[in-house]
């Protein structure tokens, strides 16, 4: 898949402010930028700067407070909510930074569980999940429980089950955060090739450089605000085998 | 969300916490056993009752005469009627087209003095009222009849196997007894007395009394003890029972005889009566279960808040991945409602069993106390078994609604930071 006229996401003076008792925490302040379908994107900055913010609402588990969010020809500010779980079944993947497993599900469950929600019959879901551990690297360990896997494998097993529902867009929210730095990059591998070879549209937050130095393209942010909406990522490296 | 994955996944959180699934489950089955207790001994002597009215037809009415308060004057103690059921009434309601039978009844006063003789040897006698009480039977097998007839013919005498055994008889004389000559004799206050003969026609295990005779003779040794040879044509019988051809006849006779002045009872007003006060007391003693269900059913409310909470994590991954918030609710409700089922199904069980049980002892209590009955109180049907379930599962349903909203509603980015 490769890039068309239609960007798979496109924020239009996106603001999203809290209210922390009294005062106003403005997290995001106007941010207006497209995503390419297929690109690989990371959103880098130091706490605070709103990139999680962004990336939470993207993936329809937050709303804006203001301007306007399109992804799939859906402005996400103004849906009910039954369009933003359709949002979050169908169009993103989540992959989080403590993994968010389900400890007394195996990997293979976990992987599925998704599709329950989509009302799938049971043997299509395990079907379906078995492939994908399959894809990450995981096909003989699809009994174990989380507790049973390495932090590496059970980032693994989150890739797998942000990919069981064939979402256009992998949100992956500091992904390689609670993993050493050779496991990191085999897991940012894998999201590449992902990208690469799925054509599926991914948005990377994370302050680890070497993780951001896997996207093909780089946004920084600081308060809130885009540093460089458009530039291409200066410090893309060659591809890396998986 | 399929239905089997919902139950599924409900299941298996509720096996999670064992023993809190279980001391949860506590309320609910004290409050079904006590239902399904009360309601099904509620059923059983209804049923009972039903059975025994049965047998001797709702088209069977009871006359008695109109009775004033007894006076103190009269020597015998008999109460003044003023209306009497006399022959007459008798003919009259024989000539009727809607009457099938009219029975007459006639009970021997408790002074009476009686005595059985037999081989030369008097013992005292006590005659039983056959009756023709409107309960025959009632939570009963009936007497047991060893020899001869179940009810005499004039001339017959009933006795007991006990009185026999005053006289020195064994149980194996018994039937060689049937037809033996025997005479009752009645002693008056005037100090007078008579001996009637008669002969054995029937022996009985044990009834409230140890002689029974036929109405004919019974009205013989009035006439003689009232020193009255129309008795009957002065003082009446003390019942009739009519058997009316269909329950509208039934209803008819009632309407002519009331018009009389006469006092009658027909068995479908006492069943009446009586079915309302079972509900009355069916409604209040299940209304003590539904006090308990209701305890529960905060007990629930509990737990499923604290499940919520225990969840939060978990509710928050599973909106990330895609559960909508009417998703999450069903799945809170249906654990709550499993729980009340759960509940349910014990209680019903365990309610079955002390229904056995009680019943068990009552039983065995009677027999102790020498009251030849038998009977099931405790009936479980199978419209209380289904509806104590459908019951539990809703108090476990209602009381997870609350829980079940708060989950819903739960933000998902706020529940995937709860720790």
Known sequence: MTATSNPAVRAVNLTRTFQVGETKVEALRGISLEVSQGQFVALVGPSGSGKSTFLNLVGGLDRPTGGELWIDGIELGTSKEKVLTEHRRQRVGFVFQSFNLLPRLTALENVALPLIFSGIAERDRLIRARDLLAQVGLGDRIDHRPTQLSGGEQQRVAIARALVGRPAIILADEPTGNLDSATGQEIMALLRRLNQDQGVTLLLVTHDPEAAAFAGRVIRMRDGRIENPDTPNPASLPEVQP | ?419
Do not use: C
């Open chain 2, 1 to 419: 969300m399929k239905l089997r994955d919902l139950l599924k996944t409900a299941l298996s959180n509720l096996t999670r916490h064992k023993v809190r699934t279980a001391l949860t489950t506590v309320g609910i089955v004290v409050g079904i056993l006590t239902i399904v207790t009360m309601v099904s001994l509620g059923i059983g002597v209804q049923r009972e009752m039903m059975n025994s009215f049965n047998a001797v037809g709702l088209e069977t009415l009871q006359i008695y005469p109109v009775t004033e308060r007894s006076s103190s004057l009269n020597p015998f103690g008999q109460a003044a009627r003023t209306r009497l059921l006399t022959p007459t009434l008798i003919e009259q309601l024989q000539a009727r087209d809607d009457v099938l039978s009219v029975t007459p009844d006639l009970s021997l006063p408790d002074g009476m003095r009686i005595s059985l003789r037999l081989d030369g040897r008097e013992v005292r006698a006590d005659p039983w009222q056959a009756g023709l009480t409107a309960f025959p039977g009632l939570f009963e097998n009936g007497p047991q009849l060893l020899a001869g007839v179940e009810s005499p013919s004039e001339g017959g005498l009933l006795v007991t196997e006990a009185i026999l055994e005053l006289f020195g008889y064994k149980q194996e004389d018994l039937a060689g007894l049937i037809g033996q000559p025997v005479e009752l004799v009645l002693y008056s206050p005037r100090g007078e007395s008579q001996a009637f003969p008669f002969q054995i026609a029937g022996i009985y295990e044990k009834r409230w009394g140890n002689i029974s005779l036929a109405v004919p003779d019974r009205l013989k040794l009035l006439e003689w003890w009232y020193n009255d040879p129309d008795y009957v044509a002065n003082y009446g019988y003390d019942e009739l029972l009519v058997h009316a051809r269909s329950l509208n006849d039934a209803v008819q006779i009632v309407d002519w005889l009331s018009g009389q002045g006469f006092q009658v009872e027909s068995l479908k007003t006492i069943l009446d009566v009586i079915n309302r006060a079972m509900i009355v007391l069916q409604t209040m003693l299940a209304s003590v279960g539904t006090l308990a269900l209701l305890v529960a059913s905060i007990g629930i409310a509990n737990t499923m808040i604290m499940a919520v909470y225990e969840r939060t994590r978990e509710i928050g991954i599973m909106k990330a991945v895609g559960a909508a918030p009417g998703q999450i609710r069903a799945l809170f409700v249906v654990e709550a409602s499993m729980i009340g089922l759960l509940g349910g199904i014990i209680g019903t069980i365990l309610g079955w069993l002390l229904g056995v049980f009680l019943n068990w002892l009552i039983l065995a209590i009677l027999r102790w106390q020498e009251m030849d009955v038998r009977g099931t109180f405790f009936v479980v049907s199978w419209w209380l078994v289904v509806g104590a379930l459908v019951f539990a599962a809703l108090v476990g349903l209602l009381a997870g609604l609350y829980p079940a909203a708060r989950a819903a509603r739960l933000a998902p980015l706020d529940a995937l930071r709860y720790e």
